[in-house]
């Protein structure tokens, strides 16, 4: 079992800058992807960006490409989600989630473990 608990959600206006947290424990040696997803009110929820550490490879939807970092603390067992330059649209709940393999994938259904979720609101 693994456990997520993210933090760092908010208010912020559009432009400004949010930096997520996911913390991992339980059985954390298994963690290779982790990946940040969101859901908006009626509608499903959406890839967001995804890291395999093992690979170092980082994938970003296109829609925050440029904007948001994927990343992670390998000593403290967690990861982030550096998210700059916010837009109105950008207004989501935001929940982490690990997968086991080595594979990243864009497809909600495909992780095991998910976090509780954070609340980012960005105002106009």
């Known amino acids: 079992q693994v456990q997520l608990v993210e933090s760092g959600g908010g208010l912020v206006q559009a432009g400004g800058s949010l930096r997520l947290s996911c913390a991992a424990s339980?059985?954390?040696?298994?963690?290779?992807?982790m990946g940040w997803f969101r859901q908006s009110p009626g509608k499903e929820r959406e890839f967001v960006a995804a890291?395999?550490?093992?690979?170092?490879?980082?994938y970003y939807t296109d829609s925050v490409k440029g904007r948001f970092t994927i990343s992670r603390d390998n000593a403290k067992n967690t990861g982030y989600l550096q998210m700059n330059s916010l837009k109105p649209e950008d207004t989501a709940v935001y929940y982490c989630a690990t997968k086991s393999g080595y594979t990243v994938s864009y497809y909600y259904t495909d992780y095991d473990y998910w976090g509780q979720g954070t609340q980012v609101t960005v105002s106009s």
């Open positions: 339980g059985r954390t040696w298994n963690i290779d992807v």
């Open positions: 890291t395999s550490w093992s690979a170092s490879r980082t």
